[in-house]
């Protein structure tokens, strides 16, 4: 199969200098391959993204020298490319974990994770779920856990409210999840050490990243997902999304990420470096690129 890459952003701000970095080694990549590169618009969070930042990133990926094959511009043969029109793979997908029983119901709130779980693995930010509703999970009524409207109706009658509840991926604790990443080498998690059960489908109705990213990259024909070394450990719970859902896995290179002087990661709120003051203070994007390497 040839190479396929893709650029993925969220439009919660504007890109900075980091996402340049990581898009222009997927670019370089799909490039050396005589590859594909696809841009794909991550806009499932309806809270943190803002509609006006898509235009906003089309804009600003072309003047830094980005060319992309398909993407929300452009049509393709995958289309939509924007993860909010693509709902009902996402939904078909959750079905498919539900049937094969590799999901379950969990009406956790964030504060409930927090009191009573461990510190996460270094790189990623997010908790280890203390597996809390695994087995409270029977406690909820069968006909009660549909997907439509995210909630659980108590199994009998009485005057408490339904409850939101979000879909978990129970993990094979114990079990190495190992992968070869094409710029880091050898990567080994463990699960339930390094990662929990995490999240495919969230309480608020929305499809969660690693469900939605595995469901794209799958659907797109990705052949290798370049991208941050913040989602590293994701690779791992999206291989185990892969494996039940029985689909073949993309390869990973996982890139440095950018750091200010500091030593903190950039992030869309530091302005300074977003692409679109470089621009406007007359940087030009072949100078930007001649520092990294
Ligand atoms: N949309 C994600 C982000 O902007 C990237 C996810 C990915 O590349 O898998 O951080």
Redesign the pocket.
């Known amino acids: 199969m040839s190479y396929r890459g893709?650029?993925?952003?969220?439009p919660?701000g504007l890109l900075h200098l980091g996402?340049a970095r990581t898009f222009w080694t997927a670019q370089e990549r799909a490039r050396a391959h005589g590859g594909a590169l696809v841009l794909?618009i991550?806009d499932l969070d309806r809270a943190r993204c803002k509609p006006e930042f898509v235009p906003a990133l089309l804009e600003d990926l072309r003047w830094f020298g980005f060319e992309w094959n398909e993407g929300p511009d452009r049509g393709g043969p995958f289309a939509s490319y924007t993860q909010s029109e693509r709902t009902h793979l996402y939904r078909s997908a959750l079905e498919k974990l539900r049937a094969g029983g590799f999901i379950y119901p969990c009406t956790c709130s964030r504060k409930d994770i927090q009191r009573a779980t461990t510190a996460p693995h270094a790189e990623d930010d997010e908790l280890i779920y203390p597996d809390t509703c695994r087995t409270r999970n029977h406690e909820l009524p069968v006909g009660g856990c549909g997907l439509d409207n995210g909630t659980v109706e108590p199994a009998t009658f009485d005057s408490r409210p339904a409850k939101k509840f979000s879909w978990r991926f129970r993990i094979p604790d114990g079990e190495v999840v190992s992968f070869h990443d094409e710029n880091r080498g050898r990567q080994i998690f463990i699960a339930g050490k390094d990662f929990g059960d995490f999240v495919v489908w969230r309480h608020d109705g929305i499809p969660a990243?690693q469900l939605a990213?595995v469901v794209d990259?799958a659907a797109m024909q990705v052949t290798e997902?370049?991208?941050?070394a913040?989602?590293l450990v994701?690779a791992a719970r999206q291989l185990l999304l892969y494996r039940a859902l029985g689909w073949k896995p993309p390869a990973f290179f996982h890139c440095p990420l950018l750091r200010d002087r500091a030593g903190q990661r950039l992030a869309k709120r530091q302005d300074a470096l977003s692409l679109r003051a470089l621009r406007v203070r007359g940087e030009a994007p072949g100078t930007l690129r001649q520092k990294w390497f």
């Open positions: 893709r650029l993925a952003p969220s919660t996402h794909r991550e990243y990213c990259d997902v370049v991208r941050g913040d989602l994701s």
